[in-house]
């Protein structure tokens, strides 16, 4: 087993981390997962500072052991950003076919550098980044506070320039990986599989790396570390655990798939790629202009919440990765770190 500061620090019972999976992972499916000896990762992209200070302190009151926060690196859009009716007409004509009602949304997300002093005034002890890079300023100011840093990234180019900055560790995306891709430099590409993406990302770094994408078992974490990679960030596997709590269209939908290939890339929820479950919005939104992110994604929140609070899955984000057909349902995270500490250790090479 490697010795690098993912085992040293974070006391890991198997390799792996549980994903931070933004408007899924609260502070009860961190604490379970840390609990259970993963580290636990709270998806904190989305969440106002105010809230993201109540989850830190309710994973901080139930565990002392590490734990991650992820954030989404992004630029700041204003009230006064010009959504032009013309571009955004056939999202108003969903809303209207949906039942729901139509309003441009009066913020779209909030500051990165609001939520960025928050996490530097709490120190988690890892902090995770997507959608873009930080400086190596920030970078310091982490590890000021004892903070490690986890870099995403799509490629071997971004990988270096995470390194370049101080990261502590790169988690190394595939294309195969359910929700958004965290890549930064070419923002239209979709990236590689994990399997073509571990090897690049470790020619050309030093620092450990992170497997994320498509991994549901214990099998496939022992192939990604055959590879080179040190640990394996699993998202989908955890996602119909009894401590998610997602929606039952949600659950549903994704407990009746059988194969990888009912997912695909999509810019239509949110303005930036991310894999989903197809439905009928990702399918019309194909035909349409789509604004970046958060614009796009707050957008279309309120019609995913709308349609999905009345059972409706067509018109909602239903994030997952191409391994979804291997969901187990309705099992607690330590179970399911149980299974994959069995299936590790019952792995044979041929």
Known sequence: MATNWLFTELKLRIPVIQAPMAGVSSSSMVVAASKAG????????????????KEIEAIRNQTDRPFNINLFVIDN????????????????????????????????APKFQDQFETLLELAPPVASFAFGILSAEQVDACHERGIRVIGTATSGEEAVAWEKVGA????????????????????????????????????????????????????????????????????????????????????????????????????????????????????????????????????????RKATLAKGDAESYSLWSGQGLYQVKEGESISDLVDSLEREISQTKLP
């Not at 010009?82 to 949906?98: H, S």
């Not at 974490?221 to 699993?234: F, K, M």
């Not at 009912?262 to 989903?276: D, E, P, V």
């Open 168 to 303: 502590d560790a790169i988690c190394a995306q595939g294309t195969e990986a359910g929700g958004h891709r965290g890549n930064f430099i070419n923002l239209d590409d979709p990236g590689l599989g994990l399997f073509a993406l571990i090897p690049e990302i470790k020619r050309q770094v030093k620092i450990p790396v992170i497997a994320a994408g498509g991994i549901m078992s214990g099998q496939g974490i022992v192939a990604s570390r055959l590879l080179g990679a040190d640990v394996a960030q699993l998202g989908t596997y955890f996602l119909a655990s009894t401590e998610a709590g997602i929606p039952s269209g949600y659950l549903k939908s994704l407990a009746g798939q059988k194969s990888g290939s009912n997912t695909s890339l999509t810019k239509g929820f949110s303005g930036r790629y991310a894999r989903g479950i197809v439905n009928k919005f990702m399918n019309t939104s194909k035909e349409h202009s789509i604004y970046p992110y958060p614009i796009q994604n707050a957008l279309t929140q309120p019609l």
């Open 38 to 53: 993963i580290l636990g990762s709270l998806g904190g992209g989305m969440m106002q500072p105010e809230v993201l200070r």
């Open 77 to 108: 859009y204003e009230q006064g950003f010009d959504v032009r009716t013309k571009d955004i007409q056939w999202l108003k004509d969903y809303y209207k076919q949906e039942g729901v009602e139509f309003n441009l949304p009066k913020s779209f």
